[in-house]
Nanobody, 119 residues
Framework: QVQLVESGGGLVRAGGSLRLSCTAS????????MGWFRQAPGKQRDLVAS???????NYATSVKGRFTISRGNTKNTLYLQMNSLKPEDTAVYYC?????????????WGQGTQVTVSS
């Protein structure tokens, strides 16, 4: 079955950095387009960054230039380097296979990893 395990979140001051990781199992990771999603309290879960199997990336306008998504296919691991963090980046971050529409492919989600940015 699909298992997605996110890690690397934490509490950081505005302007700081964090690197998130997601380990996936139960999927053919190397050919799957992957994405990082986030959900802030009271808001819907949105795609913030995606990467194709070939390494092409796409970012939400709000994070472009600050976040970098990458993947390690040999380790079935997805990464998100987050720099110049802002309080509005505070959310629970999740990974999943990403559809071109911006939605997730699998209904299952991991536990997510909390990112809190203080001002």
């Amino acid at each position: 079955q699909v298992q997605l395990v996110e890690s690397g979140g934490g509490l950081v001051r505005a302007g700081g950095s964090l690197r998130l990781s997601c380990t996936a199992s139960g999927i053919v990771f190397s050919i799957s387009p992957m994405g990082w999603f986030r959900q802030a309290p009271g808001k819907q879960r949105d795609l913030v960054a995606s990467i194709t199997s070939g390494g092409n990336t796409n970012y939400a306008t709000s994070v472009k230039g600050r976040f970098t998504i990458s993947r390690g296919n040999t380790k079935n691991t997805l990464y998100l380097q987050m720099n110049s963090l802002k309080p509005e980046d505070t959310a629970v971050y999740y990974c999943n296979v990403a559809r071109s529409s911006g939605s997730s492919y699998y209904p299952q989600w991991g536990q997510g990893t909390q990112v809190t940015v203080s001002s």
